[in-house]
């Protein structure tokens, strides 16, 4: 079992940059795929960027692409996602989750490949 808890998130100026971290306690952290999702207010919840556990190949949503940056560091098991150029439209709940699965750039952004989650941590952009 992985359980997983996010931070880092907070309230910052559009333009401005986070980096949250969603730290993991269990075994077999590197054998782990990592999704990170947002729901905003009103919004269906959407995958962001997900970081695979063995090349660590990383997909992105286009909304966040060339903006935030996904890494990981196995003995820290722990994944960071740094959020650089936010916009208003970034607020949203931000979760973590886990999955032993070989996911796709057609496939990561699906909750249901994701067997563990994290209880999310909130990002406000302010315009």
């Known amino acids: 079992e992985v359980q997983l808890v996010e931070s880092g998130g907070g309230l910052v100026q559009a333009g401005g940059s986070l980096r949250l971290s969603c730290a993991a306690s269990?075994?077999?952290?590197?054998?782990?795929?990592i999704g990170w999702f947002r729901q905003g207010p009103g919004k269906d919840r959407e995958g962001v960027s997900f970081?695979?556990?063995?090349?660590?190949?990383?997909y992105y949503a286009d909304s966040v692409k060339g903006r935030f940056t996904l890494s990981r560091d196995n003995a820290k098991k722990t994944v960071f996602l740094q959020m650089n150029s936010l916009k208003p439209e970034d607020t949203a709940n931000y979760y973590c989750?886990?999955?032993?699965?070989?996911?796709?750039?057609?496939?990561?952004?699906?909750?249901?490949?994701?067997?563990?989650w994290g209880q999310g941590t909130q990002v406000t952009v302010s315009s």
């Open positions: 269990g075994s077999y952290f590197d054998e782990f795929g």
């Open positions: 970081i695979k556990s063995g090349d660590g190949s990383t």
């Open positions: 989750a886990a999955t032993p699965l070989d996911l796709t750039s057609a496939s990561y952004n699906s909750d249901r490949y994701y067997t563990y």
